[in-house]
């Protein structure tokens, strides 16, 4: 379901609200017609529209991951100080690592998390489905009862902390969200972040010592006290990991369950594919991932001055790479404005590619797959309900709604 835009190309901006029921017509105006976009967001910064360009930057040395520094850049210099107690915190994350120093991070998180075997996964995703659809009846908001409570009940569970916590890791971790997908932030977005850093790094440091004390290893202990190739996290970096997986896991994941639903509400001969056979749904997952990707832009910073295609970008400049637009790019995919949820190949690049590709990629697809099945199973008829307008959320770093109304047709 899409409304048209009939925005300039000079207007694409992450504080440009016309941008968010539909912001598709534009990045494909863009694509063709200025695809290394300069914006004067952030004080200057590039926008990265054709997949192509998307995919080569990805790889491209000259752009640095850390960019800790970026939520208060987009404050004006005056206000900056004030903020500079979050990027020590924020710079311990994996994420924000490059290079040998990035590896050896990355390669002990894929040693010690419980985030790729579907032998932990599914049991727990399982029991919180059966929680959360238990008792439903007619009429629900398939995001708040749904969507946003799987991955922070699943998240919570795996990182070890108590499951009935999970409402509150989901409020640290959106108010962490919002530093990342918006750029006109004011300082009161800034503190609300910061709050909820601090609270959710000592909450995490307490939970964990707790942990070690009682001899009950947990996701985040186990980082801080094994060892991958001599190299181990303290555990004040343990917990800023712990932190980013609730965050980066929780944001998209509540998104995409939404925006596949809704996508579905316009192709509804496609809803058998949901239940008809593993290999239907995992293709089906994919192309929910491509056509409408929760997240839509991955964020680099210029190491230094380069030029690129003829544009000169320099050094500390944001480059946003949009994957939103670069998934729907003609020159990578066959119809890219149609939802074909039996597309293969399909290179989606949602999950980015190379060294910083999603963690969570593999609970993503179980998570979602499960969870898509369980509606279309449990409730055959479901539908949106069409007088209930859908609210979006309005960051445009995360793409899709803060509630949607759905009828199960019980
Ligand atoms: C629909 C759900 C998700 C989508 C679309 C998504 C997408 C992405 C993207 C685009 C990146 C950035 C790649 C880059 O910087 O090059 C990323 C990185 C990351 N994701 Fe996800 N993600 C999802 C869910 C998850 C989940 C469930 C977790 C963990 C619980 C997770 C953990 C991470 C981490 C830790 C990184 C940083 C990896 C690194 O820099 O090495 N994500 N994800």
């Given amino acids: 379901m899409t409304a048209g835009s009939t925005l300039g190309t000079d207007l694409f901006s992450l504080s440009n609200l016309e941008l968010v029921p539909d912001p598709y017509p534009t990045y494909s105006g863009l694509r063709r017609t200025d695809p290394v976009h300069h914006s004067s967001m952030y004080g200057g910064s590039w926008v990265i529209f054709s997949y192509e360009d998307v995919v080569a930057l990805l790889k491209d040395p000259r752009l640095t991951n850390n960019r800790a520094t970026l939520p208060i850049k987009a404050l004006p210099p005056e206000q900056r100080q004030e903020f500079a107690d979050i990027v020590p915190v924020l710079s311990r994350w994996v994420a924000f690592?490059?290079?040998h120093e990035h590896q050896m991070r990355r390669r002990h998180m894929n040693a010690?998390?419980?985030?790729?075997?579907?032998?932990?996964?599914?049991?727990v995703i399982q029991n919180a489905i059966d929680t959360l659809l238990s008792g439903w009846s007619r009429r629900h908001d398939l995001i708040e009862e749904f969507a946003r409570p799987l991955p922070s009940m699943v998240i919570t569970e795996l990182l070890g902390a108590p499951r009935q916590d999970h409402e509150q890791l989901a409020k640290w971790s959106d108010d962490i969200a919002y530093l990342f997908g918006a750029s006109a932030l004011v300082a009161d977005d800034l503190r609300r972040g910061r709050r909820a850093i601090h609270d959710f790094a000592d909450y995490l440091g307490e939970h964990a010592r707790n942990?070690?004390?009682?001899?009950?290893?947990?996701?985040?202990?186990?980082?801080?006290?094994?060892?991958?190739?001599?190299?181990?996290?303290?555990?004040?970096?343990?917990?800023?990991?712990?932190?980013?997986?609730?965050?980066?896991?929780?944001?998209p994941t509540r998104y995409l369950i939404g925006n596949a639903m809704w996508s579905l509400e316009d192709h509804p001969e496609q809803r058998h594919l949901l239940t008809e056979s593993d290999r239907s749904l995992h293709y089906a997952v994919e192309e929910f991932l491509r056509y409408d990707s929760p997240v839509q832009y991955?964020?680099?910073?210029?190491?230094?001055?380069?030029?690129?295609?003829?544009?000169?970008?320099?050094?500390?400049?944001?480059?946003?790479?949009?994957?939103?637009?670069?998934?729907r790019d003609e020159n990578a995919f066959r119809d890219p404005e149609k939802l074909?949820?039996?597309r293969q190949p399909n290179a989606h690049l949602s999950f980015g590619r190379g060294a910083h590709n999603c963690i969570g990629a593999t609970l993503v697809r179980v998570q979602t797959g499960m969870a898509l099945r369980a509606l279309a199973t449990r409730f055959p008829s479901l539908r949106v309900v069409p007088e209930v307008p859908p609210v979006y959320n309005t960051n445009l770093g995360f793409r899709g709604f803060s509630s949607l109304t759905v009828h199960t047709g019980l």
């Fill in 340 to 342: 074909d949820l039996t």
């Fill in 97 to 99: 690592f490059d290079g």
């Fill in 112 to 123: 010690v998390c419980d985030l790729f075997s579907r032998e932990v996964l599914v049991p």
């Fill in 298 to 327: 991955i964020g680099r910073m210029a190491a230094e001055d380069f030029i690129y295609k003829g544009h000169k970008i320099e050094a500390g400049q944001p480059v946003l790479l949009y994957i939103g637009a670069a998934n």
């Fill in 211 to 251: 942990a070690i004390r009682g001899h009950r290893p947990t996701m985040i202990t186990k980082l801080a006290e094994e060892k991958t190739d001599g190299f181990e996290f303290l555990l004040n970096e343990a917990c800023a990991q712990g932190m980013l997986l609730m965050f980066a896991g929780l944001e």
